[in-house]
Nanobody, 128 residues
Framework: QVQLVESGGGSVQAGGSLRLSCAAS????????TGWFRQTPRKDRESVAA????????YYADSVKGRFTISRDSANNMVYLQMSSLKPEDTAVYYC?????????????????????WGQGTQVTVSS
Protein backbone atom coordinates (compact mmCIF):
# COMPACT_ATOMS: atom_id res chain seq x y z
CA GLN A 1 0.00 0.00 0.00
CA VAL A 2 1.01 3.56 -0.67
CA GLN A 3 -0.20 6.59 1.24
CA LEU A 4 -0.23 10.04 -0.33
CA VAL A 5 -0.55 13.28 1.60
CA GLU A 6 -0.96 16.66 -0.11
CA SER A 7 -0.04 19.96 1.47
CA GLY A 8 0.53 23.55 0.46
CA GLY A 9 -2.97 24.61 -0.47
CA GLY A 10 -4.44 27.88 0.71
CA SER A 11 -5.97 31.15 -0.34
CA VAL A 12 -4.20 33.53 -2.68
CA GLN A 13 -5.09 36.50 -4.84
CA ALA A 14 -5.18 36.24 -8.61
CA GLY A 15 -1.69 36.43 -10.04
CA GLY A 16 -0.18 34.83 -6.97
CA SER A 17 1.66 31.54 -6.55
CA LEU A 18 1.41 28.39 -4.47
CA ARG A 19 3.45 25.21 -4.33
CA LEU A 20 1.63 21.98 -3.62
CA SER A 21 3.50 19.00 -2.25
CA CYS A 22 2.61 15.33 -2.39
CA ALA A 23 4.42 13.07 0.07
CA ALA A 24 4.38 9.31 -0.51
CA SER A 25 4.92 6.71 2.15
CA UNK A 26 4.48 2.98 2.52
CA UNK A 27 5.47 0.59 -0.27
CA UNK A 28 7.32 3.17 -2.34
CA UNK A 29 10.08 0.87 -3.58
CA UNK A 30 8.53 0.73 -7.06
CA UNK A 31 8.48 3.20 -9.88
CA UNK A 32 5.41 5.42 -9.89
CA UNK A 33 3.83 7.80 -12.32
CA THR A 34 2.19 10.67 -10.44
CA GLY A 35 -0.56 13.00 -11.44
CA TRP A 36 -2.22 16.10 -10.05
CA PHE A 37 -5.97 16.44 -10.48
CA ARG A 38 -8.47 19.05 -9.37
CA GLN A 39 -12.17 19.01 -8.69
CA THR A 40 -14.91 21.52 -7.97
CA PRO A 41 -18.54 20.86 -7.02
CA ARG A 42 -19.59 21.71 -10.57
CA LYS A 43 -16.98 19.72 -12.46
CA ASP A 44 -15.70 16.18 -12.67
CA ARG A 45 -12.16 15.54 -11.50
CA GLU A 46 -9.83 16.84 -14.20
CA SER A 47 -6.21 16.18 -14.93
CA VAL A 48 -3.89 19.11 -14.32
CA ALA A 49 -0.39 17.66 -14.73
CA ALA A 50 1.48 14.38 -14.56
CA UNK A 51 5.07 13.19 -14.34
CA UNK A 52 6.61 9.84 -15.07
CA UNK A 53 8.63 7.74 -12.65
CA UNK A 54 12.00 9.39 -13.28
CA UNK A 55 10.87 12.92 -14.14
CA UNK A 56 11.78 12.45 -17.78
CA UNK A 57 8.28 13.01 -19.11
CA UNK A 58 5.60 15.47 -18.09
CA TYR A 59 2.10 16.38 -19.14
CA TYR A 60 0.12 19.59 -18.60
CA ALA A 61 -3.47 20.42 -19.31
CA ASP A 62 -3.82 23.27 -21.78
CA SER A 63 -5.47 25.40 -19.10
CA VAL A 64 -2.32 25.39 -16.93
CA LYS A 65 0.46 25.10 -19.51
CA GLY A 66 3.08 27.78 -18.97
CA ARG A 67 1.79 28.56 -15.47
CA PHE A 68 2.19 25.27 -13.55
CA THR A 69 5.29 23.11 -13.21
CA ILE A 70 5.34 19.54 -11.94
CA SER A 71 8.53 18.05 -10.53
CA ARG A 72 9.62 15.17 -8.37
CA ASP A 73 12.27 14.38 -5.77
CA SER A 74 12.36 10.62 -5.98
CA ALA A 75 14.97 10.27 -3.25
CA ASN A 76 12.49 11.75 -0.79
CA ASN A 77 9.30 10.37 -2.37
CA MET A 78 7.96 13.85 -3.08
CA VAL A 79 6.14 15.35 -6.05
CA TYR A 80 5.49 19.07 -6.35
CA LEU A 81 3.17 21.30 -8.31
CA GLN A 82 4.41 24.86 -8.59
CA MET A 83 1.47 27.06 -9.53
CA SER A 84 2.05 30.61 -10.74
CA SER A 85 -0.12 33.33 -12.27
CA LEU A 86 -3.08 31.79 -10.52
CA LYS A 87 -6.57 32.59 -11.73
CA PRO A 88 -9.93 32.38 -9.96
CA GLU A 89 -10.82 29.45 -12.23
CA ASP A 90 -7.94 27.49 -10.67
CA THR A 91 -9.96 27.34 -7.46
CA ALA A 92 -10.54 23.67 -6.63
CA VAL A 93 -9.56 20.81 -4.39
CA TYR A 94 -6.28 19.46 -5.71
CA TYR A 95 -5.43 15.79 -5.43
CA CYS A 96 -2.26 13.88 -6.15
CA UNK A 97 -2.47 10.34 -7.45
CA UNK A 98 0.08 7.61 -8.10
CA UNK A 99 0.25 4.47 -10.15
CA UNK A 100 3.01 1.84 -10.34
CA UNK A 101 4.18 2.18 -13.91
CA UNK A 102 7.23 2.94 -15.98
CA UNK A 103 5.15 3.13 -19.15
CA UNK A 104 3.99 6.58 -20.24
CA UNK A 105 0.79 6.85 -22.20
CA UNK A 106 -0.98 10.21 -22.16
CA UNK A 107 -4.36 8.54 -22.32
CA UNK A 108 -3.52 6.78 -19.06
CA UNK A 109 -1.87 9.57 -17.10
CA UNK A 110 -4.78 11.93 -17.81
CA UNK A 111 -7.37 9.37 -16.68
CA UNK A 112 -8.22 9.46 -12.95
CA UNK A 113 -9.44 5.87 -13.25
CA UNK A 114 -5.93 4.69 -14.10
CA UNK A 115 -4.46 5.59 -10.70
CA UNK A 116 -4.60 3.25 -7.74
CA UNK A 117 -3.49 5.62 -4.99
CA TRP A 118 -4.93 8.99 -4.02
CA GLY A 119 -4.35 11.63 -1.41
CA GLN A 120 -7.07 13.34 0.57
CA GLY A 121 -6.85 16.60 -1.34
CA THR A 122 -5.88 20.16 -0.51
CA GLN A 123 -8.03 23.24 -1.14
CA VAL A 124 -6.75 26.02 -3.37
CA THR A 125 -8.78 29.21 -3.47
CA VAL A 126 -7.89 32.07 -5.80
CA SER A 127 -9.72 35.35 -5.32
CA SER A 128 -10.05 38.08 -7.93
Amino acid sequence: QVQLVESGGGSVQAGGSLRLSCAASGSTNSHFATGWFRQTPRKDRESVAAINWNGGATYYADSVKGRFTISRDSANNMVYLQMSSLKPEDTAVYYCAAERSTIWYLADVRDPGWYDYWGQGTQVTVSS
